[in-house]
């Protein structure tokens, strides 16, 4: 650009020196006929070369760009190669977005891009499909206009996309989508779908599995037991050299049925559908009877240890209650404490072996939480509690009776009452569970008049 200004200058420059030159050596008539008629004829050029550029712009093509003369020449030259550069680089954006559409496509699920106000402003072929949309005639429609589900509708615009959402398939109801929306810059949104048809089968095949195989155990189970107890109650009927291995069968037969217990309530649960009934719970006296029974659950695993106790106590707010399910929100709390209390040694010198059942509200939340002054948990475990058998200490649970389960269990429990399972630990100082219910459950009782 600098070059094209620099010999536009230089060619009015040398202009103006020519016609002072005539003007010296001739009249001024003559000199300024001389200029004028030069000043024009190089006014008419750049004219015409401006037609032939805007001729060009209507419909620019790298083929038919003018090829100029002198100043011009550079005007086109920089414009070829501007327009070349440009080509290319579309090109390069073309095959970029081409690469992007099929990785896109090949992907299995389902994805869609939202605008600021839930218009459909890209999706692939794949969440066509699954969602019941056409790109070519739905784009910039809002999504809500064309997926009428309440609860999609509900979870898009309560803009709390921490868990997925379950939907049925727009075209085939024995499918099953799950759909989660991320946020993303310039109030835009990614709508993802996943087909989980197949994987809520085999989910449905193992729950029956389970259920299946526990009931069938149980009876088998059930006598075995039964026989165990009847010939070491008899007198003579077992030697005194096999009745170690007679308490043995016996330890390990309860065992197994605290695990087919454990696992037919599981199963119970996870193929229980919809939410859990919302019955006013007295949780002061249903805290009560988890403390009592905690107390004696204590004594009776450390029965055979002078003096050994835990410190068990309750602080509740009297005045605050919860809807729900009496039985599995038992369930739920027990299962807790009682995992505190196995891991709690007891109190003696070194330890205070103290376990705190508290029931608050906090931020509009209840909150019912254990703290033990236990053992303690790694951090890399604490994600993993939750999990069917997943212990951090095999050979500890075993010993205290633990089937592995429990806390799976809790979190299926809470799941149901839309609560969440918070877990702190330090490693040597003890842990906090804590299972937080939302406000649409919780029941602030009047104060009782004094």
């Given at each position: 650009?600098?070059?094209?200004?620099l010999?536009?200058?230089?060619h009015?420059?040398?202009?103006s020196?020519?016609c002072?030159?005539?003007?010296?050596?001739?009249?001024?008539?003559?000199?300024?006929?001389?200029?004028?008629?030069?000043?024009?004829?190089?006014?008419?050029?750049?004219?015409?070369?401006l037609?032939?550029?805007?001729?060009?712009?209507?419909?620019?093509?790298?083929?038919?760009?003018?090829?100029?003369?002198g100043?011009?020449e550079?005007?086109?030259?920089?414009?070829?190669?501007?327009?070349?550069?440009?080509?290319?680089?579309?090109?390069?954006?073309?095959?970029?977005?081409?690469r992007?559409?099929?990785?896109?496509?090949?992907?299995?699920?389902?994805?869609?891009?939202?605008?600021?106000?839930?218009e459909?402003?890209?999706?692939?072929a794949?969440?066509e499909n699954?969602?019941g949309?056409?790109?070519?005639?739905?784009k910039?429609?809002?999504?809500?206009?064309l997926?009428r589900?309440?609860?999609f509708?509900?979870?898009?615009?309560?803009?709390?996309y921490?868990e997925?959402?379950?939907?049925?398939?727009?075209?085939?109801?024995?499918?099953?989508?799950?759909?989660?929306?991320?946020?993303?810059?310039?109030?835009?949104?990614?709508?993802?779908?996943?087909?989980?048809?197949?994987?809520?089968?085999?989910?449905?095949?193992?729950?029956?599995?389970?259920?299946n195989?526990?009931?069938?155990?149980r009876?088998?189970?059930?006598?075995?037991?039964?026989?165990?107890?009847?010939?070491?109650?008899?007198e003579?009927?077992?030697p005194?050299?096999?009745?170690?291995?007679?308490?043995?069968?016996?330890?390990?037969?309860?065992?197994?049925?605290?695990?087919?217990?454990?696992?037919?309530?599981?199963?119970?649960?996870?193929?229980?559908?919809?939410?859990?009934?919302?019955?006013?719970?007295?949780?002061?006296?249903l805290?009560?009877?988890?403390?009592?029974?905690?107390?004696?659950?204590?004594?009776?695993?450390?029965?055979?240890?002078?003096?050994?106790?835990?410190?068990?106590r309750?602080?509740?707010?009297?005045?605050?209650?919860?809807?729900g399910?009496l039985?599995?929100?038992?369930?739920?709390?027990?299962?807790?404490?009682?995992?505190a209390?196995?891991?709690?040694?007891?109190?003696?010198?070194?330890?205070?072996?103290?376990?705190?059942?508290?029931?608050?509200?906090?931020?509009?939340?209840?909150?019912?939480?254990?703290?033990?002054?236990?053992?303690?948990?790694?951090?890399?475990h604490?994600?993993?509690?939750?999990?069917?058998?997943?212990?951090?200490d095999?050979s500890?649970?075993?010993?205290t009776g633990?089937?592995g389960?429990?806390?799976s269990?809790?979190?299926?429990i809470?799941?149901?009452?839309?609560?969440?399972?918070e877990i702190?630990?330090?490693?040597?100082?003890?842990?906090?569970?804590s299972?937080?219910?939302p406000?649409?459950?919780?029941?602030?009782k009047?104060?009782?008049?004094?």
């Amino acid at each position: 650009m600098l070059d094209i200004r620099l010999k536009a200058g230089l060619h009015v420059a040398a202009l103006s020196i020519i016609c002072l030159f005539l003007w010296l050596i001739s009249s001024a008539v003559v000199a300024l006929l001389v200029f004028s008629s030069a000043l024009l004829a190089y006014l008419f050029s750049h004219i015409f070369w401006l037609n032939k550029l805007l001729y060009w712009f209507k419909k620019p093509a790298l083929k038919e760009i003018p090829q100029g003369s002198g100043l011009w020449e550079d005007i086109f030259n920089a414009l070829l190669k501007y327009e070349r550069n440009n080509h290319l680089n579309q090109i390069k954006l073309n095959s970029a977005l081409e690469r992007f559409n099929l990785t896109a496509n090949a992907i299995p699920d389902g994805l869609v891009i939202l605008g600021s106000v839930n218009e459909i402003e890209w999706c692939t072929a794949n969440a066509e499909n699954q969602l019941g949309l056409d790109l070519t005639t739905d784009k910039n429609l809002p999504i809500v206009n064309l997926i009428r589900d309440s609860h999609f509708i509900a979870y898009l615009y309560s803009e709390a996309y921490n868990e997925p959402l379950k939907l049925k398939h727009c075209r085939n109801s024995d499918a099953t989508l799950e759909i989660q929306v991320i946020p993303l810059a310039s109030k835009q949104k990614l709508l993802i779908s996943r087909d989980m048809t197949q994987l809520e089968k085999v989910d449905v095949m193992r729950r029956d599995f389970i259920a299946n195989v526990s009931h069938e155990l149980r009876t088998p189970l059930t006598v075995v037991g039964g026989f165990l107890e009847t010939l070491s109650d008899m007198e003579g009927a077992v030697p005194d050299n096999l009745k170690n291995y007679f308490t043995m069968m016996q330890e390990q037969t309860g065992r197994m049925r605290r695990i087919i217990e454990d696992l037919l309530t599981l199963s119970t649960i996870e193929n229980s559908t919809g939410n859990s009934n919302n019955n006013e719970i007295d949780m002061l006296s249903l805290l009560k009877s988890i403390q009592n029974d905690a107390i004696g659950f204590s004594q009776g695993l450390h029965q055979d240890v002078k003096n050994a106790k835990h410190h068990i106590r309750l602080d509740a707010d009297s005045e605050l209650n919860l809807r729900g399910s009496l039985e599995e929100l038992r369930s739920a709390f027990t299962n807790l404490v009682s995992n505190a209390i196995r891991y709690t040694p007891t109190s003696d010198a070194k330890n205070s072996g103290e376990i705190l059942i508290s029931w608050h509200l906090q931020d509009e939340q209840a909150i019912f939480s254990v703290r033990d002054t236990g053992i303690g948990i790694e951090e890399k475990h604490i994600d993993r509690l939750t999990e069917r058998f997943y212990r951090v200490d095999r050979s500890r649970s075993r010993e205290t009776g633990g089937t592995g389960l429990g806390l799976s269990i809790v979190k299926h429990i809470l799941i149901r009452h839309q609560a969440k399972l918070e877990i702190t630990s330090i490693l040597g100082i003890g842990s906090t569970f804590s299972a937080k219910f939302p406000k649409a459950r919780v029941v602030k009782k009047p104060a009782a008049v004094k």
